[in-house]
């Protein structure tokens, strides 16, 4: 990242207005109209239309932008300002013109996301079901697989649903077949809930994932989890891919797959904090759902999270600049 874009001695005047007024945007931000003024973009993906049950996640990126009104800029413990590390933007919506059809969806949200990595621009992205993550690997793995640190309920490698081949249960087993996802340096955090087939958990571990159910994070605790990613991922480029399913429906119930027992957002705080200095070079929220959760607790809880993430990223970006 070129020296020139980093850093941010004022930061934008739609950060320091109330939080009630102006047009919602992501965190506050500026629009972005040119990426080349940017270093990281938080983007929408409205995207739902890969889903095996509970539609809902389309409207997402909406109530994201909504919740995270909320935010400040400060962070409580590590004192991270990232408006002051990096020239961040709300990289608008990806704009689909072929709703109906998954696989050209798929690629409109390539280009999206290609428009900001071209640009040398991070993304930060809010979706939208799990389906969106395969397009944005297509996006930014362009110098070969990347790393994952995965957190979710589901691990995601499922074969294919109905015949379909591309859904929200199988983009991290496509993103190994397409060589943009190292499996070696995957890891899956949180998993549980019964499943009717045990193809995505047997993928997952015969493919050389590190799986980790429920029970064993538990188990472990969240410092010997951190250790355990920070190794499989190693320094080289990896990305982060947190579904709001992760987390335990008493904090999170807007989602279309909810399953009990999950982590505490307490729990999934602090493992986030954990990956501090790793090369990250994107991440994204899935599977909020607003419709199934009327409170809007939901959406405040990953609004919070994707600040959590852009800390991370922020404090990545400046280190490169």
């Not at 064993?216 to 991922?233: D, K, M, P, S």
């Not at 807007?254 to 027992?261: A, C, D, L, R």
Request: glycine content about 10%.
């Amino acid at each position: 990242m070129p020296n020139q874009k980093s850093g941010n001695s004022k930061m934008p005047q739609s950060l320091t207005a109330p939080r009630y007024t102006e047009i919602a945007t992501f965190m506050r931000t500026p629009i972005i109209t040119d990426p080349s003024d940017y270093d990281l973009a938080i983007v929408g993906i409205p995207y739902d239309g890969a889903v095996t049950n509970r539609p809902g996640a389309r409207h997402g990126p909406r109530e994201l932008r909504n919740s995270s009104s909320l935010m400040r800029t400060i962070h409580h413990v590590t004192k991270v300002n990232p408006y002051e590390l990096c020239r961040i933007g709300d990289g608008g919506d990806v704009r689909f013109t072929r709703i109906y059809e998954i696989e050209p969806s798929l690629e409109e949200i390539t280009q999206h996301i290609s428009h900001f990595h071209n640009a040398g621009v991070v993304p930060l992205s809010a979706g939208g079901d799990h389906s969106i993550t395969l397009p944005i690997m297509r996006a930014i793995a362009t110098n070969g697989p990347i790393g994952l640190i995965h957190i979710d309920a589901h691990t995601d490698t499922w074969d294919e649903f109905m015949g379909s081949k591309y859904m929200h249960g199988t983009p991290f087993r496509r993103a190994v077949e397409e060589n943009l996802l190292d499996p070696k340096r995957t890891i899956q955090i949180g998993i549980r809930g019964a499943q009717t087939s045990s193809e995505g958990w047997d993928y997952s571990e015969k493919i050389g994932m590190r799986m980790m159910f429920i029970e064993e994070f538990n188990q472990l605790g969240v410092e010997a989890v951190i250790r355990e990613a920070r190794q499989i991922v190693g320094d080289r480029p990896t990305y982060i891919s947190f579904d709001i399913d992760s987390l335990d429906p008493v904090y999170a119930p807007g989602t279309g797959t909810p399953e009990i027992g999950g982590l505490t957002t307490i729990q999934a705080q602090g493992l986030l904090r954990g990956l501090r200095g790793l090369d990250l070079i994107g991440a994204d929220v899935v599977e909020v759902s607003p419709p199934f959760d009327p409170s809007g607790n939901t959406a405040l809880v990953g609004a919070t999270i994707m600040f959590e993430i852009l800390c991370l990223l922020a404090e990545t970006i400046s280190k490169k600049g």
